[in-house]
Protein backbone atom coordinates (compact mmCIF):
# COMPACT_ATOMS: atom_id res chain seq x y z
CA UNK A 1 0.00 0.00 0.00
CA UNK A 2 1.60 3.52 -0.83
CA UNK A 3 1.47 6.96 0.99
CA UNK A 4 -1.69 8.82 1.43
CA UNK A 5 0.33 12.34 0.68
CA UNK A 6 3.43 10.52 -1.18
CA UNK A 7 3.89 6.99 -3.74
CA UNK A 8 6.74 5.67 -1.17
CA UNK A 9 5.36 2.53 0.65
CA UNK A 10 3.13 2.71 3.67
CA UNK A 11 4.49 1.82 7.18
CA UNK A 12 1.81 3.18 9.75
CA UNK A 13 -1.81 2.41 9.29
CA UNK A 14 -3.74 4.53 11.83
CA UNK A 15 -7.75 4.62 11.98
CA UNK A 16 -8.89 8.18 13.61
CA UNK A 17 -12.36 8.25 14.59
CA UNK A 18 -13.29 11.41 15.25
CA UNK A 19 -17.35 12.79 16.17
CA UNK A 20 -18.35 8.97 15.13
CA UNK A 21 -16.70 8.87 11.80
CA UNK A 22 -13.80 6.86 11.00
CA UNK A 23 -10.84 7.78 8.60
CA UNK A 24 -8.26 5.20 7.36
CA UNK A 25 -4.34 6.97 7.48
CA UNK A 26 -1.94 5.07 5.29
CA UNK A 27 1.56 7.49 5.76
CA UNK A 28 5.38 6.46 4.98
CA UNK A 29 7.88 6.53 7.72
CA UNK A 30 8.40 10.39 6.74
CA UNK A 31 5.67 11.74 6.95
CA UNK A 32 4.05 9.49 9.76
CA UNK A 33 7.29 11.38 11.71
CA UNK A 34 5.83 15.01 10.39
CA UNK A 35 2.41 13.87 11.45
CA UNK A 36 3.98 13.18 15.10
CA UNK A 37 3.15 9.14 14.97
CA UNK A 38 4.76 6.36 15.49
CA UNK A 39 7.12 4.64 13.08
CA UNK A 40 7.73 0.70 13.66
CA UNK A 41 10.90 0.03 15.16
CA UNK A 42 12.40 -2.15 12.07
CA UNK A 43 12.09 0.77 9.66
CA UNK A 44 16.04 1.44 8.79
CA UNK A 45 15.45 5.28 9.98
CA UNK A 46 19.27 5.86 9.19
CA UNK A 47 17.86 5.97 5.39
CA UNK A 48 15.83 8.85 6.12
CA UNK A 49 17.71 10.61 8.76
CA UNK A 50 19.27 13.33 6.57
CA UNK A 51 15.83 14.01 4.46
CA UNK A 52 14.62 14.63 8.25
CA UNK A 53 16.98 17.20 9.45
CA UNK A 54 18.11 15.07 12.48
CA UNK A 55 14.61 14.54 13.68
CA UNK A 56 14.73 10.75 15.07
CA UNK A 57 12.61 8.41 17.11
CA UNK A 58 13.99 7.08 20.12
CA UNK A 59 12.14 4.69 22.17
CA UNK A 60 9.05 5.14 21.20
CA UNK A 61 9.24 8.90 21.37
CA UNK A 62 8.09 10.81 17.87
CA UNK A 63 9.87 14.15 17.40
CA UNK A 64 12.65 14.33 19.47
CA UNK A 65 15.86 16.11 18.66
CA UNK A 66 18.71 14.14 18.67
CA UNK A 67 20.14 15.71 21.97
CA UNK A 68 16.90 14.78 23.95
CA UNK A 69 17.55 11.19 23.19
CA UNK A 70 17.61 9.08 26.23
CA UNK A 71 18.63 5.63 27.11
CA UNK A 72 15.79 3.56 28.33
CA UNK A 73 18.73 1.63 30.71
CA UNK A 74 20.82 4.36 31.95
CA UNK A 75 18.81 7.62 31.87
CA UNK A 76 21.69 9.28 29.69
CA UNK A 77 20.92 11.42 27.03
CA UNK A 78 22.68 11.81 24.06
CA UNK A 79 23.03 15.57 24.75
CA UNK A 80 25.15 14.45 28.44
CA UNK A 81 27.20 12.27 25.94
CA UNK A 82 28.07 14.64 23.64
CA UNK A 83 28.73 16.98 26.36
CA UNK A 84 31.09 14.09 28.25
CA UNK A 85 32.13 12.62 25.91
CA UNK A 86 31.46 9.36 27.52
CA UNK A 87 28.12 7.01 27.09
CA UNK A 88 26.33 6.05 30.51
CA UNK A 89 26.19 2.08 29.86
CA UNK A 90 26.24 -0.39 27.05
CA UNK A 91 23.10 -0.08 26.40
CA UNK A 92 23.75 3.28 24.86
CA UNK A 93 25.00 2.05 21.57
CA UNK A 94 21.54 0.52 21.09
CA UNK A 95 19.75 3.54 22.07
CA UNK A 96 21.26 5.91 20.46
CA UNK A 97 21.75 4.64 17.45
CA UNK A 98 22.16 5.51 14.53
CA UNK A 99 23.65 9.10 16.05
CA UNK A 100 26.40 6.90 17.25
CA UNK A 101 26.99 5.31 14.27
CA UNK A 102 28.00 8.49 12.70
CA UNK A 103 29.97 8.91 15.36
CA UNK A 104 31.92 5.83 15.21
CA UNK A 105 32.29 6.25 11.32
CA UNK A 106 33.64 9.34 12.03
CA UNK A 107 35.74 8.40 14.84
CA UNK A 108 37.54 5.29 13.50
CA UNK A 109 38.20 6.37 9.95
CA UNK A 110 34.85 4.90 8.39
CA UNK A 111 35.07 1.62 9.73
CA UNK A 112 31.14 0.30 10.22
CA UNK A 113 31.66 -2.97 12.12
CA UNK A 114 34.18 -4.84 14.39
CA UNK A 115 36.40 -8.01 12.90
CA UNK A 116 38.39 -8.50 15.65
CA UNK A 117 38.14 -11.87 18.21
CA UNK A 118 34.66 -12.11 20.59
CA UNK A 119 35.16 -13.07 24.08
CA UNK A 120 34.44 -16.45 25.28
CA UNK A 121 31.15 -17.52 25.32
CA UNK A 122 30.45 -18.53 29.40
CA UNK A 123 26.95 -19.24 30.17
CA UNK A 124 27.07 -19.22 33.88
CA UNK A 125 29.21 -16.42 33.95
CA UNK A 126 26.81 -14.78 32.47
CA UNK A 127 23.99 -15.80 34.12
CA UNK A 128 25.33 -14.96 37.27
CA UNK A 129 26.75 -11.84 36.47
CA UNK A 130 23.49 -10.67 34.93
CA UNK A 131 21.88 -11.73 38.30
CA UNK A 132 24.35 -9.79 40.31
CA UNK A 133 23.68 -6.86 38.60
CA UNK A 134 20.09 -7.00 38.76
CA UNK A 135 20.46 -7.40 42.52
CA UNK A 136 22.69 -4.46 43.11
CA UNK A 137 19.98 -2.33 40.63
CA UNK A 138 17.32 -3.54 43.20
CA UNK A 139 19.37 -3.03 46.30
CA UNK A 140 19.90 0.94 45.43
CA UNK A 141 16.24 1.29 44.44
CA UNK A 142 15.31 -0.67 47.69
CA UNK A 143 18.38 1.89 49.81
CA UNK A 144 17.14 5.12 48.18
CA UNK A 145 13.32 4.15 48.37
CA UNK A 146 14.36 3.87 52.48
CA UNK A 147 12.79 0.05 52.33
CA UNK A 148 15.62 -1.09 54.63
CA UNK A 149 14.04 -4.69 55.03
CA UNK A 150 14.06 -5.51 51.33
CA UNK A 151 17.36 -3.84 51.16
CA UNK A 152 18.58 -6.58 53.79
CA UNK A 153 16.88 -9.05 51.62
CA UNK A 154 18.70 -8.55 48.61
CA UNK A 155 22.50 -7.82 50.20
CA UNK A 156 21.84 -11.54 51.71
CA UNK A 157 20.74 -12.56 48.26
CA UNK A 158 23.99 -10.76 46.92
CA UNK A 159 26.00 -13.06 49.82
CA UNK A 160 24.63 -16.11 48.20
CA UNK A 161 25.49 -15.48 45.25
CA UNK A 162 29.24 -14.47 46.07
CA UNK A 163 29.68 -18.13 47.67
CA UNK A 164 28.81 -19.69 44.71
CA UNK A 165 30.54 -21.81 43.42
CA UNK A 166 32.73 -19.79 40.56
CA UNK A 167 32.91 -21.15 36.91
CA UNK A 168 35.78 -22.07 34.82
CA UNK A 169 35.88 -22.98 31.32
CA UNK A 170 38.67 -25.42 31.52
CA UNK B 1 55.56 1.36 46.49
CA UNK B 2 58.73 2.06 47.81
CA UNK B 3 60.95 1.05 45.13
CA UNK B 4 62.72 3.75 43.41
CA UNK B 5 62.25 2.97 40.03
CA UNK B 6 60.28 0.51 37.54
CA UNK B 7 62.23 -2.03 36.10
CA UNK B 8 59.87 -1.52 32.49
CA UNK B 9 61.00 2.11 32.14
CA UNK B 10 64.84 1.62 33.46
CA UNK B 11 65.85 -0.99 31.03
CA UNK B 12 66.98 -1.04 27.23
CA UNK B 13 64.97 -2.74 24.72
CA UNK B 14 65.25 -3.08 20.94
CA UNK B 15 65.77 0.39 18.67
CA UNK B 16 66.54 2.21 22.24
CA UNK B 17 68.21 5.28 20.50
CA UNK B 18 64.54 5.84 19.19
CA UNK B 19 62.11 4.42 21.05
CA UNK B 20 61.86 4.18 24.71
CA UNK B 21 58.81 2.01 25.60
CA UNK B 22 56.13 0.40 23.94
CA UNK B 23 52.46 -0.02 25.49
CA UNK B 24 49.50 -2.34 24.48
CA UNK B 25 46.29 -1.50 26.48
CA UNK B 26 42.39 -3.22 26.63
CA UNK B 27 40.13 -1.55 27.27
CA UNK B 28 36.89 -3.83 28.39
CA UNK B 29 33.50 -3.13 30.49
CA UNK B 30 31.62 -5.63 32.45
CA UNK B 31 28.46 -6.45 30.52
CA UNK B 32 25.54 -5.06 33.05
CA UNK B 33 26.81 -2.27 35.01
CA UNK B 34 26.71 1.25 34.05
CA UNK B 35 29.91 2.68 32.59
CA UNK B 36 32.26 4.35 35.20
CA UNK B 37 31.02 7.95 34.37
CA UNK B 38 27.44 6.92 35.53
CA UNK B 39 28.06 4.81 38.12
CA UNK B 40 27.56 5.08 42.16
CA UNK B 41 30.02 3.97 44.77
CA UNK B 42 28.62 1.00 45.38
CA UNK B 43 28.49 -0.41 41.83
CA UNK B 44 31.81 0.97 41.56
CA UNK B 45 33.02 -0.96 44.44
CA UNK B 46 30.96 -3.95 43.06
CA UNK B 47 32.98 -3.86 39.79
CA UNK B 48 36.01 -3.60 41.87
CA UNK B 49 35.16 -6.54 43.89
CA UNK B 50 34.77 -8.91 41.03
CA UNK B 51 37.42 -7.77 39.12
CA UNK B 52 39.70 -8.62 41.99
CA UNK B 53 38.30 -11.93 42.54
CA UNK B 54 38.97 -12.43 38.64
CA UNK B 55 42.60 -11.61 39.42
CA UNK B 56 43.16 -13.18 42.20
CA UNK B 57 41.70 -16.52 40.62
CA UNK B 58 43.96 -15.83 37.47
CA UNK B 59 46.07 -18.97 38.04
CA UNK B 60 47.12 -16.85 40.23
CA UNK B 61 49.76 -15.36 37.73
CA UNK B 62 49.53 -13.38 34.31
CA UNK B 63 50.80 -16.15 32.06
CA UNK B 64 54.38 -15.33 32.31
CA UNK B 65 55.28 -16.18 36.09
CA UNK B 66 54.65 -13.10 37.39
CA UNK B 67 52.15 -12.68 40.73
CA UNK B 68 49.66 -9.44 40.46
CA UNK B 69 49.01 -7.37 43.55
CA UNK B 70 45.88 -5.23 44.55
CA UNK B 71 46.27 -1.25 45.31
CA UNK B 72 43.41 0.37 46.21
CA UNK B 73 44.05 4.14 44.76
CA UNK B 74 41.46 5.57 47.41
CA UNK B 75 43.68 4.60 50.75
CA UNK B 76 47.01 5.13 48.60
CA UNK B 77 49.33 8.04 49.87
CA UNK B 78 49.10 10.54 47.49
CA UNK B 79 53.15 9.73 46.93
CA UNK B 80 52.46 6.08 45.87
CA UNK B 81 49.54 7.69 43.03
CA UNK B 82 51.92 9.99 41.99
CA UNK B 83 55.08 6.92 42.23
CA UNK B 84 52.36 5.48 39.80
CA UNK B 85 51.87 8.08 37.02
CA UNK B 86 55.11 8.94 36.79
CA UNK B 87 55.84 5.36 36.14
CA UNK B 88 53.24 5.34 33.41
CA UNK B 89 51.02 3.12 35.23
CA UNK B 90 47.60 5.11 35.96
CA UNK B 91 47.00 8.39 34.17
CA UNK B 92 46.68 11.76 35.87
CA UNK B 93 43.22 11.77 36.16
CA UNK B 94 43.18 8.27 37.80
CA UNK B 95 45.75 9.34 40.40
CA UNK B 96 43.37 12.32 41.46
CA UNK B 97 39.91 11.26 41.51
CA UNK B 98 38.41 10.80 44.23
CA UNK B 99 36.03 7.59 44.00
CA UNK B 100 36.98 3.79 44.61
CA UNK B 101 39.18 2.37 42.31
CA UNK B 102 42.36 0.18 42.36
CA UNK B 103 45.18 -0.51 40.11
CA UNK B 104 45.90 -4.47 39.85
CA UNK B 105 50.34 -4.65 38.96
CA UNK B 106 52.51 -7.84 38.63
CA UNK B 107 55.50 -7.69 40.64
CA UNK B 108 57.79 -6.48 37.84
CA UNK B 109 55.46 -4.19 36.96
CA UNK B 110 55.23 -4.68 33.12
CA UNK B 111 51.54 -5.49 33.30
CA UNK B 112 48.54 -3.60 35.37
CA UNK B 113 45.14 -3.40 35.20
CA UNK B 114 43.34 0.25 36.05
CA UNK B 115 40.14 -0.56 37.76
CA UNK B 116 37.58 2.12 37.11
CA UNK B 117 39.39 4.41 34.63
CA UNK B 118 36.84 5.83 31.57
CA UNK B 119 36.61 1.98 31.48
CA UNK B 120 35.75 -0.58 34.40
CA UNK B 121 39.07 -2.18 33.00
CA UNK B 122 42.36 -0.62 31.34
CA UNK B 123 44.55 -3.88 31.12
CA UNK B 124 47.97 -2.43 30.41
CA UNK B 125 51.46 -4.21 29.27
CA UNK B 126 54.48 -1.93 28.90
CA UNK B 127 58.35 -2.81 27.95
CA UNK B 128 61.71 -1.08 27.19
CA UNK B 129 61.97 -0.68 23.72
CA UNK B 130 60.22 -1.19 20.74
CA UNK B 131 58.34 -4.20 21.81
CA UNK B 132 54.73 -3.72 20.32
CA UNK B 133 54.50 -7.48 19.88
CA UNK B 134 55.40 -8.63 23.72
CA UNK B 135 53.20 -6.33 25.56
CA UNK B 136 50.12 -7.68 23.09
CA UNK B 137 51.12 -10.92 24.01
CA UNK B 138 51.06 -10.35 27.96
CA UNK B 139 48.20 -7.80 27.77
CA UNK B 140 46.12 -10.18 25.96
CA UNK B 141 47.08 -13.01 28.05
CA UNK B 142 45.72 -11.17 31.11
CA UNK B 143 42.63 -10.55 28.91
CA UNK B 144 41.90 -14.34 28.24
CA UNK B 145 42.76 -15.38 31.80
CA UNK B 146 39.87 -12.47 32.64
CA UNK B 147 37.67 -13.42 30.41
CA UNK B 148 37.40 -17.19 32.32
CA UNK B 149 35.16 -15.04 35.20
CA UNK B 150 34.29 -12.00 34.04
CA UNK B 151 31.83 -11.36 31.06
CA UNK B 152 32.73 -8.03 29.44
CA UNK B 153 30.00 -5.80 27.46
CA UNK B 154 30.59 -6.92 23.21
CA UNK B 155 27.91 -5.87 20.68
CA UNK B 156 27.61 -8.01 17.43
CA UNK B 157 28.20 -5.30 15.44
CA UNK B 158 30.27 -2.73 17.39
CA UNK B 159 32.79 -5.62 19.56
CA UNK B 160 33.71 -4.78 22.75
CA UNK B 161 31.81 -1.55 24.25
CA UNK B 162 33.75 0.90 25.73
CA UNK B 163 32.95 4.49 27.55
CA UNK B 164 33.85 6.58 24.60
CA UNK B 165 32.95 5.26 20.76
CA UNK B 166 36.55 6.52 19.93
CA UNK B 167 37.80 2.85 21.65
CA UNK B 168 35.21 0.36 20.50
CA UNK B 169 35.61 -2.65 18.86
CA UNK B 170 38.60 -3.95 19.75
CA UNK B 171 39.63 -2.01 22.48
CA UNK B 172 43.49 -1.92 21.87
CA UNK B 173 45.07 1.22 22.08
CA UNK B 174 49.20 0.14 21.10
CA UNK B 175 51.76 3.27 21.91
CA UNK B 176 55.47 4.04 21.68
CA UNK B 177 57.22 6.70 23.41
CA UNK B 178 59.73 7.81 20.85
CA UNK B 179 62.63 10.64 21.47
CA UNK B 180 62.65 12.93 18.55
CA UNK B 181 65.48 15.62 19.10
CA UNK B 182 66.45 15.18 15.43
CA UNK B 183 63.50 15.73 14.05
CA UNK B 184 62.93 18.84 16.23
CA UNK B 185 65.74 20.06 15.43
CA UNK B 186 65.70 20.26 11.69
CA UNK B 187 61.95 21.71 12.37
CA UNK B 188 60.59 18.08 10.55
CA UNK B 189 58.45 17.65 13.28
CA UNK B 190 54.85 19.16 12.15
CA UNK B 191 55.45 17.18 9.08
CA UNK B 192 55.87 13.81 10.88
CA UNK B 193 52.55 14.82 13.05
CA UNK B 194 50.79 15.88 10.07
CA UNK B 195 51.94 12.39 8.28
CA UNK B 196 50.78 10.42 11.18
CA UNK B 197 47.67 11.75 11.89
CA UNK B 198 46.58 10.59 7.82
CA UNK B 199 47.75 7.17 8.77
CA UNK B 200 44.85 8.30 11.57
CA UNK B 201 48.12 8.09 14.49
CA UNK B 202 47.52 10.30 17.82
CA UNK B 203 50.28 12.13 18.78
CA UNK B 204 50.67 13.05 22.51
CA UNK B 205 53.17 14.34 24.69
CA UNK B 206 55.62 12.95 27.54
CA UNK B 207 52.38 12.86 29.78
CA UNK B 208 49.57 11.42 27.39
CA UNK B 209 46.15 13.22 26.56
CA UNK B 210 46.53 16.89 26.61
CA UNK B 211 50.54 16.94 27.87
CA UNK B 212 52.81 19.16 26.56
CA UNK B 213 56.09 17.48 24.89
CA UNK B 214 59.02 17.31 27.56
CA UNK B 215 62.18 16.57 25.70
CA UNK B 216 61.23 15.60 22.51
CA UNK B 217 59.22 12.74 23.54
CA UNK B 218 56.71 12.24 21.73
CA UNK B 219 53.91 9.26 22.09
CA UNK B 220 52.21 7.86 19.12
CA UNK B 221 49.18 5.34 19.41
CA UNK B 222 46.59 4.00 16.77
CA UNK B 223 43.20 6.42 17.20
CA UNK B 224 41.33 3.62 15.23
CA UNK B 225 40.47 0.47 16.99
CA UNK B 226 37.05 -0.55 14.89
CA UNK B 227 37.62 -2.52 11.24
CA UNK B 228 40.78 -4.33 11.98
CA UNK B 229 41.96 -7.60 13.74
CA UNK B 230 44.18 -7.31 16.40
CA UNK B 231 46.82 -9.21 14.29
CA UNK B 232 46.13 -6.40 12.12
CA UNK B 233 46.63 -3.44 14.11
CA UNK B 234 49.55 -5.13 15.27
CA UNK B 235 51.30 -5.05 12.13
CA UNK B 236 50.40 -1.66 10.90
CA UNK B 237 51.70 -0.24 13.95
CA UNK B 238 54.52 -2.32 14.86
CA UNK B 239 55.83 -3.91 11.86
CA UNK B 240 54.61 -0.80 9.23
CA UNK B 241 54.51 2.66 11.50
CA UNK B 242 57.34 2.66 13.60
CA UNK B 243 59.82 1.21 11.80
CA UNK B 244 59.30 4.35 9.52
CA UNK B 245 59.21 6.64 12.29
CA UNK B 246 62.29 5.19 13.78
CA UNK B 247 63.86 5.62 10.23
CA UNK B 248 62.53 8.91 9.73
CA UNK B 249 64.59 9.63 13.20
CA UNK B 250 67.83 8.25 12.31
CA UNK B 251 67.97 10.05 8.84
CA UNK B 252 67.72 13.12 10.65
CA UNK B 253 69.83 12.38 13.24
CA UNK B 254 72.60 11.39 10.05
CA UNK B 255 71.22 14.93 8.70
CA UNK B 256 71.98 16.93 11.57
CA UNK B 257 75.39 15.37 12.31
CA UNK B 258 76.37 16.32 8.53
CA UNK B 259 75.09 19.88 8.41
CA UNK B 260 75.49 20.99 11.74
CA UNK B 261 77.81 18.81 13.32
CA UNK B 262 79.35 21.41 15.70
CA UNK B 263 75.97 22.74 16.86
CA UNK B 264 74.60 19.27 17.73
CA UNK B 265 77.50 18.84 19.75
CA UNK B 266 77.39 22.42 21.34
CA UNK B 267 73.88 21.31 22.80
CA UNK B 268 74.66 17.81 23.81
CA UNK B 269 78.04 19.38 25.75
CA UNK B 270 76.09 22.12 26.90
CA UNK B 271 73.60 19.57 28.50
CA UNK B 272 75.79 17.46 30.71
CA UNK B 273 77.74 20.10 30.95
CA UNK B 274 75.37 21.80 33.14
CA UNK B 275 73.73 18.50 34.49
CA UNK B 276 77.07 18.10 35.93
CA UNK B 277 77.65 21.80 37.10
CA UNK B 278 74.02 22.75 38.55
CA UNK B 279 73.26 23.21 42.09
CA UNK B 280 69.27 23.60 41.97
CA UNK B 281 67.78 22.23 38.94
CA UNK B 282 63.70 21.36 38.63
CA UNK B 283 62.42 18.39 37.16
CA UNK B 284 61.34 19.95 33.76
CA UNK B 285 64.95 20.80 32.86
CA UNK B 286 66.37 18.35 34.30
CA UNK B 287 64.52 16.08 31.70
CA UNK B 288 64.89 18.31 28.29
CA UNK B 289 68.75 18.14 29.40
CA UNK B 290 69.08 14.17 30.19
CA UNK B 291 67.27 14.12 26.73
CA UNK B 292 69.63 16.05 25.01
CA UNK B 293 72.37 13.89 26.63
CA UNK B 294 70.68 10.79 25.70
CA UNK B 295 71.01 11.91 21.96
CA UNK B 296 74.49 12.82 22.63
CA UNK B 297 75.28 9.24 23.66
CA UNK B 298 73.34 7.21 21.25
CA UNK B 299 75.21 9.24 18.70
CA UNK B 300 78.60 8.35 20.36
CA UNK B 301 79.62 12.51 21.55
CA UNK B 302 79.18 11.84 24.80
CA UNK B 303 80.52 8.62 26.71
CA UNK B 304 77.39 8.36 29.25
CA UNK B 305 75.85 5.03 29.69
CA UNK B 306 71.98 5.38 28.06
CA UNK B 307 70.86 2.82 30.84
CA UNK B 308 72.49 5.79 33.46
CA UNK B 309 69.92 8.38 31.75
CA UNK B 310 66.80 5.88 31.73
CA UNK B 311 67.35 5.59 35.45
CA UNK B 312 67.70 9.30 35.98
CA UNK B 313 64.70 10.10 33.95
CA UNK B 314 63.26 8.41 36.58
CA UNK B 315 64.78 9.19 39.58
CA UNK B 316 64.80 12.70 39.33
CA UNK B 317 60.31 12.76 38.81
CA UNK B 318 58.83 14.87 42.30
CA UNK B 319 57.77 11.37 44.16
CA UNK B 320 60.65 9.16 42.94
CA UNK B 321 62.92 11.60 43.94
CA UNK B 322 60.71 11.91 47.50
CA UNK B 323 61.16 8.09 47.88
CA UNK B 324 65.10 8.71 47.88
CA UNK B 325 64.70 11.88 49.93
CA UNK B 326 62.00 11.94 51.73
CA UNK B 327 62.77 15.56 52.73
CA UNK B 328 62.25 16.59 49.24
CA UNK B 329 59.11 18.66 49.11
CA UNK B 330 58.01 19.22 44.90
CA UNK B 331 58.87 22.85 43.73
CA UNK B 332 61.01 23.65 47.19
CA UNK B 333 64.27 25.23 47.03
CA UNK B 334 65.83 21.69 48.77
CA UNK B 335 64.24 19.43 46.28
CA UNK B 336 65.94 21.03 43.45
CA UNK B 337 68.71 20.79 45.21
CA UNK B 338 68.64 16.94 46.20
CA UNK B 339 67.34 16.48 42.43
CA UNK B 340 71.15 18.18 40.82
CA UNK B 341 72.86 16.79 43.59
CA UNK B 342 71.49 13.04 42.78
CA UNK B 343 72.29 14.06 38.64
CA UNK B 344 75.65 15.09 39.71
CA UNK B 345 76.42 11.57 41.44
CA UNK B 346 75.16 9.82 39.07
CA UNK B 347 77.18 11.86 35.87
CA UNK B 348 80.22 12.17 37.58
Known amino acids: MKCDLCNKPAVVHEVIIQGGKSTELHLCAEHAIEKGLAVPTQQPLADILPALGGVVKVEGVIGRSPQQARCTACGCTFADFKKVGSLGCPACYDSFMPMIAQVIERAQAGATAHVGHSPPPSLDAERVQRLRSKLMTELENAIAAEQYERAAQLRDELKALEAAPQVHDE | MSESFSAALTQLGPESDVVITSRVRFARNLRGFPFTSRASSPVRQEVMRLVRRAVEQSSPHDGSGCEMRWIDLQ?????????????????????????????????????????????????????????????????????????????????????????????????????????????????????????????????????????????????????????????????????SVLPRLVQYEREARTAAMEKGRVRLEDMVHRALATLRSARLISAEYAVRDLCRVRLGAVLGLLPTELATIQRLLLQVQPAHLSVLHPQALEGDETERELRATLIRQALG
Open chain 2, 75 to 239: TATLRDRQLLCERHLVSKHFASLDAPRALALSTDEHVSMMVNEEDHLRIQAIGAGACARECFERAAGVERQLARTLLFAFHERWGFLTACPTNVGSGIRISAMLHLPALTLLKELDRVKRAARELHLAVRGYHGEGSESLGDLYQFSNQTTLGATDDKLLSDFHG
